[in-house]
């Protein structure tokens, strides 16, 4: 079983988090912020990625630590239950509709981090979450999971619609890309043979 946990304890946060790659979809997430544990919530449901998430942030300075230190340790989670990433698609893609809003999604499993999110939205808050932090959420799963992330927001007009159908459209790609392919026989999808650390070019 490809599984990962950890556990840290700062001034800022105080968290817990696990997950089965092999998983189907089984969540507990309790973040303190409603609509984030709404988010990874479909995150793990639609990857079927088991999660465990526990939170206890400084919610009485902002969301900022809480939201961050969320997506760092679930990235790290995974990079870490994805071992030498031998015998993994290592791409992902997924559209994500829903009702008036459409996500686009692509990813690769690459160990050269970096966050393109082409996503707005009209209002500031959804819930008690403050919608700026998407997009730091986004780019800190990236940074943390070691994925080349691209999500764009085609179009859409409801906020919790666009918000919900980045994180369905991650989750859908994710899936993706971390299934084993039985085809590779164990082999790393690259042809330096390596993905992860020092994998800084081409492959």
Not at 7 to 19: G, L
Not at 80 to 89: E, Q, S, T, V
Not at 121 to 131: H, I, K, Y
Request: proline share 2%; glycine share 10%; hydrophobic share 40%.
């Amino acid at each position: 079983m490809r599984t990962a946990s950890i556990a840290r304890k700062t001034h800022e946060t105080d968290i817990k988090v696990a997950v089965n790659l092999d998983g189907s979809g089984h969540y507990q997430v309790t973040t303190g912020i409603g609509f984030l544990d709404h988010m990874l919530e479909q995150l793990s449901r639609h990857s079927l990625i088991d999660m465990e998430v526990a939170i206890k942030g400084d919610l009485h300075v902002d969301q900022h630590h809480t939201v961050e230190d969320s997506a760092i340790a679930v990235g790290e989670c995974v990079a870490k239950a994805l071992g030498d990433k031998g015998g993994i698609a290592r791409y992902g893609q997924a559209y994500a509709p829903m009702d008036e809003t459409l996500t686009r999604c692509a990813l690769d499993i690459s160990g050269r981090p970096f966050c393109v999110f082409n996503t707005t939205f009209s209002q500031p808050r959804l819930g008690e979450m403050d919608t700026e932090l998407f997009i730091h959420w986004f780019q800190s799963f990236a940074q943390s999971a070691g994925i080349t992330l691209h999500i764009e927001t085609l179009y859409g007009d409801n906020n919790h619609h666009i918000a919900e159908s980045c994180f369905k459209a991650l989750a859908r790609a994710l899936r993706q890309a971390v299934e084993i392919d039985p085809r590779k026989a164990g082999a790393v999808p690259s042809t330096k043979g390596i993905l992860g650390s020092g994998s800084l070019t081409d492959g």
